[in-house]
Structure formats: C-alpha cells, structure tokens
C-alpha cells in the first residue's frame, strides 16, 4: 500500500476513534449511575478518568501528523452505546442490570481495542514513532479495562444475576 493510502485511513480512523471516545465520555456517567454493584461504579468512574486521558492522547496524535483535531461519526460505537442503553431501561431495577451494563462495556471496549490496535501497526509503519507510544498507551489501558471487567463479571456480577 503507497504510503498516503496509510496516512489518509490513518487519519481516517483516528477520527472515527475520537468520535467513539467522545461518546463513551457522556456513556460512562449514565453507566455508572445505573450500575448496582459498587465495584462496577467504582469501575466505570475510573475509566471516565482514563477516557479522558485517551482523548488528550488522541489530540496529541493529530498533532504529529498536523491535523486539527475532528471526529467523523462512528456508526459502530453509536449503535453499541445504543444497545448498552436499551439494557439499562429494559433491566432497570432487576437482577441482571449489572450483567448486561458489563456486556455493554466489554463490547465498547472490544471495538476500542480493535481500533487502537490496527492504529498502533500503521503509526509504526508510518514511522510515526511518538504516535505509537501514545496509541500503544491506550490500547493497554483499553485492554486492562477489559480483563477488569471480566473478573468483575466472573467473580461477583453474574453471580448475584443468576
Ligand atoms: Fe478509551
């Protein structure tokens, strides 16, 4: 693939991952004021923090290929977002709300994970070395967040919706 092929889905789909986040920044709150479980809160407040975080980075990486920092709307993260809202209503108050609030984090942060990490291969084959300090940053975090969640719903959640 000629080099400007990659720099433009590059660019592309740093936009598409702003977006997502951004919109996982107004999610978390609603997802935290749902959830039951105290550590499932404390869990999703501490990945408000983190996103964040993955903004500023991601601003950060428009910088090193001399864009302004824009997103371009993500029909994926607004349908799973979408779905993740759908439990809350349909579960609020029973049982399984937790189980299905932590399915909807997992499958953001699945899709999360896949962007970041096809960005972090092409930031190193564009040799856009601090880019892929920063996106690798996130991509760990995104991944740490997963496995939380996983033990969240194997030690504790999904016992208690059973
Ligand atoms: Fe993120």
């Not at 990945?47 to 997103?71: C, K, M, S, Y």
């Amino acid at each position: 693939m000629p080099e400007k092929n990659l720099r433009e889905l590059f660019h592309e789909t740093l936009k598409d991952i702003y977006f997502a986040e951004k919109k996982i920044l107004t999610a978390l709150p609603k997802m935290a004021k749902a959830a039951q479980a105290g550590e499932l809160k404390a869990a999703f407040d501490q990945h408000e923090e983190e996103t964040q975080e993955h903004v500023t980075r991601l601003e950060q990486v428009f910088a090193e290929i001399d864009q302004t920092p824009r997103g371009k709307t993500c029909d994926a993260i607004l349908g799973i977002i979408e779905e993740g809202q759908e439990v809350m209503k349909e579960f609020k108050g029973k049982p399984a709300l937790d189980a299905g609030l932590l399915a909807a984090a997992q499958a953001v942060e699945h899709y999360e994970i896949a962007r970041y990490g096809a960005l972090r291969s092409w930031a190193e084959l564009l040799q856009l070395d601090d880019a892929e300090e920063l996106l690798e940053q996130t991509l760990d975090e995104e991944k740490e967040t997963d496995l939380l969640l996983t033990q969240l719903a194997e030690e504790r959640v999904n016992i208690k919706s059973a």
